[in-house]
């Protein structure tokens, strides 16, 4: 395993059947054995069928968890995890921080995690270039704490929660001076002076702040305390003071709000973010979490070599039925059953592509020649896999292969195949309060041959009746799903497991002529039946490539 890789994604095709969830899990399993340093996780690429929400509950698994998009996201970046502060802390100490971490930009957060806004170096600047404003300590609600913090002062009267919530700030000189000026509720900045500091207090200041490590009176503090006027003494002179007490001010006061604030959440598509940056113009984003809480900033350099997400394609190896981003992505292997596809690499990757009838029959040979011991759930859920795709041993994409690894996760798990099979079949076919879309994207895949996109999918029935319910289900909804996947036509195979045919539902200007040449059969009422077709891969893909590839050659 290269170096660095901390995380792999092991993921299944769009749409995905009992095989593609079950790869998913089992190889999972067998290569966080193989490799206990490395973290490998089970993920699907779209909803899960009843069938395969049937066999993940009868063997005690909850469904993996969900990946549309392989693309890089924010947490793929170096973002930076600077800690947000409280929308109490002062102006002052902000910008001690941006000073000490080298940032112009810090984010409040309330208790909870949850964004409050944003503040840069700039709006601290603007905030203290306004020295006409003296009543911004009061409008901002300034507590008394934060004060004593800015001014590294000491509070000799007051409580520290108290508030400033009135009032402008004077600088007191005398007596006479403060007689026309101070008002009550205004926070006063005096010297050593007995009489300035005795007047402000009897006059009705809320604060007195005493500077240049004055003395306060034993009798000013005391008159202090009995009218509600707190008192804070400082080292610093009159002129240093009164301009660092306005940086006392909560950020919340100067901060932008989280209201108006372009952010990202973690999984936000680096791309996608990359579009707002260029939009904005903007420089620093908040970051969220998967719960919606602060996690960091980040900014446009960070984005520009994000980690790729590393991922193991197992069941289908075109580029088609991957997830959403792949071509981003880092694959580092490769395990199918199905045709050699489109998918794309960087490098040389490790690729096991057998002709057998399901992907985890080539899984239970890895878990061989690696010589681990195949838990019995695990082995219910290869079982499953192998079930569903070969139809219970009856397709003729089963190999003898796959019936004999089929017999020996039987006996690991404890299951009879058929009786067990047609609990599955039986829960797969159950169409009750079942839409039309959930029915036709259970088990659908997009093929090409040359420039003709088209989709197959595949329903399999215990009985004729809970075929037939399904046929008039998802029959109206096939113009619908074709034109959702941009498809110019689809083909859908209802199979009937027990009399080892399947009719073939269609939609497309072409496709009946293509159903027809393909089969050798005259559809009628839009259906084609087929005796002895039960096998997608094996019996119908082949033969619809070679009939389009034909009509093209026609066309030409």
């Known amino acids: 395993m290269p170096q660095g890789i901390r995380k792999v994604n092991v993921v299944g095709h769009q749409h995905p059947d009992t095989d593609s969830i079950c790869a998913a899990i089992s190889y999972a399993y067998l290569k966080s054995q193989v490799d206990p340093d490395t973290e490998y996780e089970a993920r699907r690429a779209g909803t899960i069928n009843r ?31 600077t800690p947000a502060i409280g929308g109490e802390t002062s102006l002052y100490r902000a910008w001690n921080l941006m000073r000490d971490d080298r940032t112009s930009t810090l984010c409040i957060a309330g208790e909870d995690g949850g964004l409050q806004g944003l503040i840069t170096v700039k709006d601290i600047a603007n905030a203290n270039m306004d ?117 006392a001010i909560p950020v919340r006061a100067k901060m932008l709000s989280s209201e108006v604030i372009d952010r990202f959440s973690v999984n936000t598509a680096v791309e996608d973010a990359q579009k707002v940056v260029a939009r904005t113009g903007h420089r620093f984003f908040p970051v969220l979490d998967e719960d919606g809480s602060y996690s960091g900033i980040i900014t446009s350099s960070d984005m520009i070599a994000p980690r790729k997400k590393h991922m193991i394609l197992v069941d289908h190896n075109e580029r088609g039925q ?20 489109s998918v794309e690499t960087s490098g040389p990757v490790m690729f096991r592509n057998m002709p057998v009838g399901c992907t985890n029959t080539i899984i239970y040979d890895m ?6 011991e195949i838990p019995p759930k695990i082995a219910g859920l290869m079982l499953s896999a192998i079930l569903s795709d070969t139809l219970c041993f009856r397709s003729p994409t089963c190999t003898p292969r796959d019936k004999f690894v089929g017999e020996q996760l039987a006996k690991i798990c404890g299951e009879d195949p058929d009786t067990y099979a047609d609990q599955m079949f039986d829960a797969g076919a159950d169409l009750t309060g079942r839409t039309a879309d959930e029915v036709f994207n259970s088990d659908f895949k997009v093929f090409s041959r040359g420039n003709v996109r088209f989709g197959v999918g595949q329903g399999s029935f215990m ?77 119908v893909i082949p033969a619809l490539m070679e009939t389009l590839q034909r009509m093209q050659e026609e066309q030409e």
């Open 463 to 539: 009985t004729e009746t809970s075929r037939k319910a399904a046929e008039d289900l998802v029959g109206p909804y096939l113009r619908d799903g074709a034109a959702v996947n941009e498809l110019p036509m689809v083909f859908y195979l209802f199979t009937d497991v027990k009399s080892q045919s399947s009719d073939m539902l269609y939609w497309g200007a072409a496709a009946e002529e293509v159903a027809s040449r393909a089969f050798g059969v005259s559809p009628v009422d839009g259906v084609a039946v087929l005796p002895g077709v039960v096998s997608r891969k094996k019996q």
């Open 131 to 247: 020295i006409l404003d003296s009543q911004v300590i009061a409008r901002s609600a300034t507590r008394f704490s934060n004060i004593v913090d800015t001014l590294e002062g000491e509070l000799v009267v007051g409580d520290p929660d108290g508030i400033v919530t009135k009032g402008h700030v004077i600088v007191g000189t005398s007596p006479e001076m403060m007689e026309d000026v101070l008002e009550k509720g205004d926070v006063v900045l005096t010297t050593n002076r007995y009489e300035t500091q005795d007047y402000a207090v009897r006059a009705g200041a809320s604060l007195l702040i005493v500077c240049g490590n004055a003395r306060v009176s034993a009798v000013v503090s005391e008159v202090a305390a009995e009218r509600g006027c707190a008192i804070i003494a400082t080292k610093f002179d009159t002129y240093a003071a009164s301009r660092l007490v306005t940086m």
């Open 51 to 81: 069938e395969t929400a049937f066999v993940l509950q009868h063997f005690g698994f909850q469904e993996p968890r969900l990946i549309t998009d392989a693309s890089p996201q924010i947490k793929d970046t170096n973002y930076n995890k």
């Open 322 to 341: 991957a997830v959403y981003g792949i071509e981003q992505a880092e694959i580092m292997e490769i395990i199918d059953h199905h045709r050699i596809g």
């Open 367 to 372: 878990y061989q020649e690696n010589g681990i």
